[in-house]
């Protein structure tokens, strides 16, 4: 049972470049969700989604698009990566239930 | 709206003694939930331990206890006979339920060295 999986786990980028970050669950879970963590900040939700075909903007989603045309997938993307996005991006899913978010292993991403 | 804050960015402790983690958050919902989150230096995020709020009893998970004071707003973790591997960041993270959906809102987070 693999979980939540992020793909890539390391990328830098060139200013002005864009990107795609995978999650991929395999847990049947509804609920997907893209986060960052910079220092000092904690984690700050981008973009989520409660179900295949509909997203939702978060607390930070400037800058970002998301897409679930597959219930098991949650894509992030960068168009145009602008060194502010330099940061950890988490992927995590949730059923229905009460049990906490699985997370993914996590992307550090670079914008140089 | 709702926030959580953790006011300790860094706590340090001695290896086999406790220390507490402290959380306040900010809500105006009657019924919800709180967790703590782990993430070692490996970057996993590891969920450590959840509470209901509907429930005065406080939750217990092997050495990792909490303090739940729902008056008061505040949900501190109590970590007991402190080993090395404890150490890491530890978030303290609230759910967010408007309109049937869930979301997580997270605080900044504590980083805990533990001392041999």
């Known amino acids: 049972n693999a979980g939540v999986t992020q793909t890539p786990k390391f990328r830098v980028l060139k200013t002005g470049q864009s990107m795609t970050l995978l999650c991929a669950q395999d847990?049947?879970?509804?609920?997907m969700y893209w986060y960052r963590q910079d220092p000092g900040m904690g984690l700050r939700l981008i973009h989520y989604s409660v179900g295949e075909g509909t997203t939702a903007k978060g607390e930070v989603p400037d800058g970002y698009n998301v897409s679930r045309l597959k219930k098991q997938n949650f894509l992030l993307g960068l168009e145009s990566a602008a060194p502010s996005q330099t940061s950890v991006y988490f992927c995590?899913?949730?059923?229905?239930?009460?049990?906490?978010?699985?997370f993914g292993s996590g992307t550090r991403l670079t914008v140089v | 709206a709702q926030t959580v804050t953790q006011s300790q960015p860094e706590m340090s402790v001695q290896e086999a003694e406790t220390v507490t983690l402290s959380c306040t958050y900010d809500t105006s919902e009657s019924d919800y939930y709180l967790f703590w989150y782990k993430q070692p230096p490996s970057r996993q995020m590891i969920l450590v331990i959840r509470?209901?709020?509907?429930?005065?009893q406080n939750a217990t998970e092997n050495r990792f206890s909490v303090n739940f004071q729902k008056a008061a707003k505040s949900f501190s973790l109590k970590i007991s006979d402190s080993q090395l591997g404890d150490a890491a960041m530890y978030f303290c993270a609230y759910r967010v339920t408007t309109s049937g959906t869930y979301k997580y809102i997270f605080g900044t987070g504590t980083r805990l060295k533990v001392l041999a």
């Open positions: 995590a899913s949730n059923s229905l239930s009460n049990y906490g978010y699985t």
């Open positions: 847990m049947n879970h509804e609920y």
């Open positions: 509470q209901e709020a509907y429930k005065q």
